[in-house]
């Protein structure tokens, strides 16, 4: 679909569309790799999507992370976490010998330290491998691909290989001729790391590969993929390396202001994320064209994305460069509805789902309206003794998306064994639970979500395993020991009662889907 006038009729869930599915990340997959992967595990839980009637995957961010691992903090907005790359997948490809990916590794978490090494040694093996002559039939592939993918491949793939050369943490610690990008210092680097280079591409192209795999695999079986879209990049990337002019930086490439919210539910200074703001201006100058390849570059592998910190769109929260709190920020204007318009015309739709939660102000539902994107509510966010609160199941409506909670928050019985009496009583009244227990607050929201006026209704994987604080994915505010939480292979068995009970809950709440769906056709 590419008439924009088309598009614009067709709001992102038609009238009666009901559906429903689980927010996992692809990392917290089991896999005897140490990190979840696309691989089996990865068609295996599509397959536990599609028996129990969910019709939506919903992962965090793909791209490959930086600082503390986090998802949301990633070196490109272009490129995938080569640690996603499925060795499983390489041994049958003949680029890898089954002994080779042998290793020892927790189970229900991610040990950062041992399976980054881990994965960049096989990497390189495949690398010498491909380069010898294995696998001549994938060559001409592999060269289109990075012929496709030029316009941001090429300076990913150096800036990775000086990284790595130079051991640094920031593009910043670099030699200055290097940091602005001087062509003949660019020229030399390409030249002495053509062989590290080529190994990132190689394996960006394989993991593009896989990943498609699994898409065509996930639409055969009538599950779609939501993708995630982190507002803000990275400081330290390539994006901020190679434009730094979209972005508010003093002469030494080093921002002026840093994103963050203000005082909020979870913090109260609020949180400074570090983030580089945009120069809105220079992006409008140029029609958009770097966000509007960075959506592109999403949706070539799921089918709808999730706009994270929407009201960024409208407005975001600017703090000044050395603040020790965000309390000192103020509200900026975004570029609302004018990129918008620009997406809609390029797109020819918006397939977007709009995380329009924390600090709001008028600009942001009005934005929501005029394009018709659906909304976000979260039931851990309900209970407030407020009757009026918007999360509240009686105020959601159709075009929007419910869930229990998000990554951001405590699994669903952790957070009821934390809620204050009152707020307790609020959630047993609403469920119509006389003597509540917090064993009952996961499943309960659940049904309270797939009851609800919401076209779409999601629940962490934790929340369908009744999990406790073990479960929990991130805790905002802290640095270390998120990104970590795996399932194990029990969890996602097929035997394993939460899948009955979430087929039966779904076909009782008709959320029953509707394979070809105007928001999935805007996406295709």
């Given at each position: 679909?590419?008439?924009?006038?088309?598009?614009?009729?067709?709001?992102?869930?038609?009238?009666g569309?009901?559906?429903?599915?689980?927010?996992?990340?692809?990392?917290?997959l089991?896999?005897?790799?140490?990190?979840?992967?696309?691989?089996?595990?990865?068609?295996?839980?599509i397959?536990?999507?599609?028996?129990?009637?969910?019709?939506?995957?919903?992962?965090?961010?793909?791209?490959?992370t930086?600082?503390?691992?986090?998802?949301?903090?990633?070196?490109?907005?272009?490129?995938?976490?080569?640690?996603?790359?499925?060795?499983?997948?390489?041994?049958?490809?003949?680029?890898?010998?089954?002994?080779?990916?042998?290793?020892?590794?927790?189970?229900?978490?991610?040990?950062?330290?041992?399976?980054?090494?881990?994965?960049?040694?096989?990497?390189?093996?495949?690398?010498?491998r491909?380069?010898?002559?294995?696998?001549?039939?994938?060559?001409?592939?592999?060269?289109?691909?990075?012929?496709?993918?030029?316009?941001?491949?090429?300076?990913?793939?150096?800036?990775?290989?000086?990284?790595?050369?130079?051991?640094?943490?920031?593009?910043?610690?670099?030699?200055?001729?290097?940091?602005?990008?001087?062509?003949?210092?660019?020229?030399?680097?390409?030249?002495?790391?053509?062989?590290?280079i080529?190994?990132?591409?190689?394996?960006?192209?394989?993991?593009?590969?896989?990943?498609?795999?699994?898409?065509?695999?996930?639409?055969?079986?009538?599950?779609?993929?939501?993708?995630?879209?982190?507002?803000?990049?990275?400081?330290?990337?390539?994006?901020?390396?190679?434009?730094?002019?979209?972005?508010?930086?003093?002469?030494?490439?080093?921002?002026?202001?840093?994103?963050?919210?203000?005082?909020?539910?979870?913090?109260?200074?609020?949180?400074?994320?570090?983030?580089?703001?945009?120069?809105?201006?220079?992006h409008?100058?140029?029609?958009?064209?770097?966000?509007?390849?960075?959506?592109?570059?999403?949706?070539?592998?799921?089918?709808?994305?999730?706009?994270?910190?929407?009201?960024?769109?409208?407005?975001?929260?600017?703090?000044?460069?050395?603040?020790?709190?965000?309390?000192?920020?103020?509200?900026?204007?975004?570029?609302?509805?004018?990129?918008?318009?620009?997406?809609?015309?390029k797109?020819g739709?918006?397939?977007?789902?709009?995380?329009?939660?924390?600090?709001?102000?008028?600009?942001?539902?009005?934005?929501?309206?005029?394009?018709?994107?659906?909304?976000?509510?979260?039931?851990?966010?309900?209970?407030?003794?407020?009757?009026?609160?918007?999360?509240?199941?009686?105020?959601?409506?159709?075009?929007?998306?419910?869930?229990?909670?998000?990554?951001?928050?405590?699994?669903?019985?952790?957070?009821?064994?934390r809620?204050?009496?009152?707020?307790?009583?609020?959630?047993?009244?609403?469920?119509?639970?006389?003597?509540?227990?917090?064993?009952d607050?996961?499943?309960?929201?659940?049904?309270?979500?797939?009851?609800?006026?919401?076209?779409?209704?999601?629940?962490?994987?934790?929340?369908?395993?009744?999990?406790?604080?073990?479960?929990?994915?991130?805790?905002?505010?802290?640095?270390?020991?998120?990104?970590?939480?795996?399932?194990?292979?029990?969890?996602?068995?097929?035997?394993?009662?939460?899948?009955?009970?979430?087929?039966?809950?779904?076909?009782?709440?008709n959320?029953?889907?509707?394979?070809?769906?105007?928001?999935?056709?805007?996406?295709?």
């Amino acid at each position: 679909m590419n008439d924009c006038k088309t598009a614009r009729k067709i709001p992102p869930f038609p009238s009666g569309y009901r559906a429903s599915g689980v927010l996992l990340h692809l990392t917290s997959l089991p896999s005897p790799y140490g990190i979840g992967d696309v691989g089996p595990s990865a068609f295996t839980w599509i397959d536990r999507l599609h028996e129990s009637g969910q019709h939506w995957w919903q992962a965090l961010p793909l791209g490959p992370t930086g600082y503390g691992n986090s998802p949301y903090s990633c070196l490109s907005s272009f490129a995938g976490n080569g640690l996603l790359i499925s060795p499983y997948f390489l041994i049958e490809d003949g680029l890898l010998m089954a002994d080779e990916c042998d290793g020892t590794f927790p189970v229900k978490t991610i040990h950062y330290a041992s399976v980054i090494p881990f994965k960049h040694r096989l990497l390189k093996v495949v690398w010498n491998r491909f380069r010898a002559g294995v696998r001549k039939d994938l060559v001409s592939a592999y060269r289109e691909f990075c012929e496709s993918r030029s316009v941001w491949l090429e300076d990913y793939a150096l800036y990775r290989a000086l990284k790595a050369a130079y051991k640094s943490d920031s593009y910043l610690d670099w030699a200055q001729d290097l940091i602005k990008r001087e062509a003949p210092a660019l020229e030399r680097a390409r030249r002495e790391l053509a062989n590290e280079i080529d190994q990132i591409r190689l394996a960006q192209f394989l993991l593009s590969r896989q990943a498609q795999r699994l898409k065509d695999y996930a639409r055969a079986q009538g599950v779609r993929l939501i993708g995630d879209l982190p507002f803000f990049v990275s400081l330290d990337s390539s994006d901020v390396w190679t434009n730094p002019e979209l972005f508010d930086l003093d002469e030494q490439r080093r921002p002026r202001f840093v994103a963050g919210v203000p005082p909020d539910y979870f913090s109260s200074t609020g949180q400074l994320w570090g983030n580089p703001v945009y120069n809105w201006k220079a992006h409008a100058e140029t029609g958009y064209t770097w966000f509007l390849a960075r959506i592109r570059a999403l949706l070539a592998h799921v089918d709808v994305v999730r706009l994270d910190h929407f009201r960024g769109f409208a407005s975001a929260w600017h703090v000044p460069a050395g603040a020790s709190t965000a309390e000192s920020g103020e509200w900026v204007p975004g570029p609302g509805a004018d990129l918008f318009n620009v997406m809609r015309s390029k797109l020819g739709g918006l397939p977007f789902i709009a995380e329009d939660l924390g600090a709001y102000t008028r600009d942001v539902p009005a934005l929501l309206e005029q394009f018709q994107i659906p909304g976000t509510r979260v039931l851990q966010f309900a209970f407030d003794g407020s009757e009026g609160n918007m999360h509240l199941p009686q105020h959601h409506n159709h075009n929007s998306v419910v869930y229990t909670g998000t990554h951001d928050n405590p699994p669903s019985r952790e957070w009821c064994e934390r809620l204050p009496e009152p707020q307790q009583r609020q959630l047993w009244e609403l469920v119509k639970r006389s003597n509540g227990d917090c064993r009952d607050a996961a499943p309960d929201l659940i049904r309270l979500a797939w009851s609800s006026q919401a076209a779409l209704a999601v629940t962490p994987l934790q929340d369908l395993l009744n999990l406790g604080h073990l479960g929990r994915m991130n805790e905002p505010g802290t640095a270390e020991g998120n990104w970590r939480w795996r399932a194990t292979k029990q969890m996602i068995a097929p035997e394993s009662f939460q899948w009955q009970w979430l087929k039966n809950l779904t076909m009782s709440s008709n959320r029953i889907g509707l394979v070809q769906s105007a928001v999935l056709e805007t996406a295709s």
